[in-house]
């Protein structure tokens, strides 16, 4: 499972992409908008030039036609964009459309894995199960990433599950375990994955031997 930013904050981004461990970014029309006032076009291009690999960004039409238009306005910011579409009836039209041109799709607000499979039917290059959102209603949301995974690689479906709306670090754990291809995490919950203490304590005492081993020797 790799690991992707779910943001559209530059300087996470920046401060993430230096800690080599971030394969891609996945925004949607709320991240952007905690932006404040920004081009939108310039700021996803930004996007696309601090972290090597794929950039989702959202359409906001909810009609087939429009939808189509508007990805193809985003796909020439970067070959690293890939249009976010979200699981409705018309939003499958746009994406057999876009997908039989080439552009890749990740495939947003997936629930369950009916919905999984109507998106992979479609054409999407992914499927984002929002794990956070279905724990929040007292459902299973790691199970439906788990589900989603068993269906595609028993009908050998290509579309890779990415799991988003990820709240803490046990959903990543238990995400990876459950199948998923890509875990979308935001910039507080990756840098938690970093810590444990007795990482720290060990680094402390490893200095402090060090510091002490240099005295003892005169240097
Ligand atoms: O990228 C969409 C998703 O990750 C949203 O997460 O926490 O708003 O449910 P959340």
């Given at each position: 499972m790799i690991f992707f930013l779910d943001t559209a904050n530059l300087d996470e981004l920046r401060e993430a992409a230096s800690w080599g461990v971030v394969s891609g970014v996945t925004t949607n029309p709320s991240l952007v908008a905690r932006?404040?006032?920004?081009?939108f076009g310039s700021h996803i291009r930004a996007v696309t030039e601090i972290v090597d690999g794929p950039v989702s960004v959202e359409v906001l039409s909810m009609e087939t036609g429009p939808m189509i238009e508007e990805a193809r306005s985003l796909?020439?910011?970067?070959?690293?964009v890939v249009i976010k579409i979200p699981m409705t009836p018309a939003g499958m039209g746009a994406v057999k459309v876009l997908s039989s041109e080439g552009v890749a799709v990740n495939v947003t607000l997936i629930f369950t894995p009916q919905q999984a499979l109507l998106a992979a039917a479609a054409g999407a290059a992914y499927v984002s199960p929002f794990v956070g959102r279905l724990d929040d209603i007292g459902e299973d949301g790691v199970g439906v990433v788990g589900d989603i995974a068993q269906v595609f690689s028993m009908q050998d479906i290509g579309t890779k599950v990415l799991a988003a709306s990820i709240r803490h670090p046990a959903h990543v754990v238990q995400c990876a375990l459950a199948g998923a291809d890509v875990a979308t995490v935001p910039f507080k919950v990756l840098k938690q994955l970093f810590h444990h203490p007795l990482t720290d304590k060990g680094i402390e005492k490893f200095l402090a031997d060090w510091e002490g081993y240099n005295k003892n020797h005169g240097r």
């Amino acid at each position: 499972m790799i690991f992707f930013l779910d943001t559209a904050n530059l300087d996470e981004l920046r401060e993430a992409a230096s800690w080599g461990v971030v394969s891609g970014v996945t925004t949607n029309p709320s991240l952007v908008a905690r932006e404040g006032k920004v081009d939108f076009g310039s700021h996803i291009r930004a996007v696309t030039e601090i972290v090597d690999g794929p950039v989702s960004v959202e359409v906001l039409s909810m009609e087939t036609g429009p939808m189509i238009e508007e990805a193809r306005s985003l796909v020439p910011i970067s070959p690293n964009v890939v249009i976010k579409i979200p699981m409705t009836p018309a939003g499958m039209g746009a994406v057999k459309v876009l997908s039989s041109e080439g552009v890749a799709v990740n495939v947003t607000l997936i629930f369950t894995p009916q919905q999984a499979l109507l998106a992979a039917a479609a054409g999407a290059a992914y499927v984002s199960p929002f794990v956070g959102r279905l724990d929040d209603i007292g459902e299973d949301g790691v199970g439906v990433v788990g589900d989603i995974a068993q269906v595609f690689s028993m009908q050998d479906i290509g579309t890779k599950v990415l799991a988003a709306s990820i709240r803490h670090p046990a959903h990543v754990v238990q995400c990876a375990l459950a199948g998923a291809d890509v875990a979308t995490v935001p910039f507080k919950v990756l840098k938690q994955l970093f810590h444990h203490p007795l990482t720290d304590k060990g680094i402390e005492k490893f200095l402090a031997d060090w510091e002490g081993y240099n005295k003892n020797h005169g240097r």
